[in-house]
């Protein structure tokens, strides 16, 4: 409504307005004026109040596809798991930049092909605003270099297979602390600091034919071996394998004081079952990924045959990292109580490793994000993270093992939680 039809509108119904032509021009310039001065006042606000009213709204998507189905569904559930609590919690503080966070999952049912497929659709077509990684050094290698080709940064949860960091990639990032040729240092370490007369003196390496969970085995073997350990025994056998008898059988025959497996999961539930069904338990046995399934692995194999059982690890739910507490009990309120298995602290550590470098960039830009990450080490509840230019990490994992129901960490010292190790390792139950 204009100055002048105001004026009219105040006049009594029926009359004409006795206002004086000139008089009305004065009116309108008046309240052209008055428009001007808002427009002015609109002009002159201050940078952070119209940063403010500008602030995106947008959610700020990160793309991930993980292995919900297929022989990886177990430790794919469990980084989903990870992931999603890491969103909750950094939703519950306002986001990233500013943006609450969703996340874009796919099921790439443990194929390769298939999690090639996800990442192309996930960067070039729904245009993520960032990608985080899947499981295993299977699905990741090919997962990674899709996110090379396209410049993106590719934080792994799961994946040190030493062929990852061979091909010169400047994208990519492993969020846990060492490659797998080096998961075994800490327990090699272990099995030196015993006196020589409690040291085994033979040994039995079965292990799945995986990319990661075989570098972990096959360099336990060289060290060993170098210490004077015989080997009776040494087998790389199908991921898809289900049936242990004939393995366990193999081994048994042969009594190796220790028996270390390559596992992922299943099978180390699998071979554990098989040996108790042949009544025949070594003094040390040592498992890959498998124990540190949490209350899965104790719900499988039984909660007494867990006792003394030995994995490297890269995470405790008792450390007392920044974050570490609130997680655990995050997660426990979110799955009816449960600890968190590695595989969801690896998760939720990758997006924790993605979060500070974008947050410290300020942006989405991809190559700041990365030029950010190798020079900085950002704090996980892993604790802190470096790394190579390859994209390898530069630290060390902790030596775990199942203790009266409990997982507690032996080694290294300083990040023991406790003095006691179970050793020689009690029979079946």
């Not at 039809?5 to 309108?28: D, K, Y």
């Not at 559930?77 to 919690?89: D, I, L, Q």
């Not at 060993?224 to 393995?247: C, R």
Request: proline content about 7%.
């Amino acid at each position: 409504m204009t100055a002048s039809s105001s004026a009219r509108s105040l006049a009594p119904s029926g009359t004409r307005s006795n206002t004086p032509r000139r008089h009305r021009r004065i009116l309108n310039l008046t309240a052209v004026a008055a428009v001007g001065v808002m427009v002015l006042a609109a002009c002159g606000t201050k940078p952070s109040d119209k940063a403010a009213a500008a602030a995106p709204t947008k959610p700020l998507v990160v793309g991930i596809s993980l292995p919900l189905t297929g022989d990886f569904s177990q430790p794919g559930g469990e980084a989903k798991r990870g992931y999603e609590v890491w969103k909750s919690m950094v939703n519950a503080k306002g986001g990233v930049l500013g943006r609450q966070v969703e996340l874009k999952i796919t099921d790439d049912a443990s194929n390769q092909d298939t999690v090639v497929s996800d990442y192309t659709k996930l960067i070039t077509q729904d245009k993520v605003d960032l990608v985080l990684g899947t499981f295993s050094s299977l699905l990741n290698y090919p997962a990674s270099a899709v996110a090379e080709k396209n410049a993106m940064v590719f934080v792994e949860p799961a994946g040190g297979a030493p062929k990852m960091f061979d091909r010169g990639f400047k994208f990519l990032f492993f969020a846990q602390p060492a490659t797998a040729p080096h998961q075994a240092d800490v327990f090699v370490d272990w099995i030196k600091s015993l006196p020589e007369s409690e040291r085994p003196k033979t040994a039995a390496y079965p292990s799945q034919d995986d990319p990661f969970a075989a570098p972990v085995i096959q360099s336990m073997q060289k060290q060993l071996e170098a210490l004077g350990v015989k080997t009776v025994f040494s087998s790389l056998y199908p991921a898809d394998t289900t049936n242990f008898q004939t393995i366990a059988s193999a081994m048994a025959s042969k009594k190796p004081d220790l028996i270390a497996q390559g596992a992922v999961f299943e099978d180390g539930v699998g071979l554990v079952r098989s040996l108790k069904q042949l009544n025949y338990s070594p003094k040390i046995l040592f498992q890959t990924s498998a124990p540190g399934n949490a209350s899965q692995y104790s719900d499988a194999v039984g909660m007494a045959n867990t006792e003394g059982v030995f994995y490297t690890v890269s995470w405790n739910e008792k450390a007392k990292t920044p974050l570490n507490p609130e997680f655990v009990a995050a997660y426990a309120k979110a799955y009816a109580g449960a600890i968190p298995a590695e595989d969801a602290a690896d998760a939720f550590a990758a997006a924790q490793i993605l979060q500070a470098a974008t947050t410290a960039v300020g942006s989405v830009d991809q190559t700041k994000i990365r030029d950010w990450l190798h020079a900085n080490a950002p704090q996980t509840i892993l604790g802190p993270l470096s790394w190579e230019a390859t994209g390898a990490p530069k630290g060390q994992f902790l030596l775990a093992q199942w203790q009266s129901g409990k997982v507690d960490v032996v080694g290294p010292a300083d990040a023991a939680t406790t003095t006691t190790v179970v050793n020689p390792k009690p029979g079946w139950k």
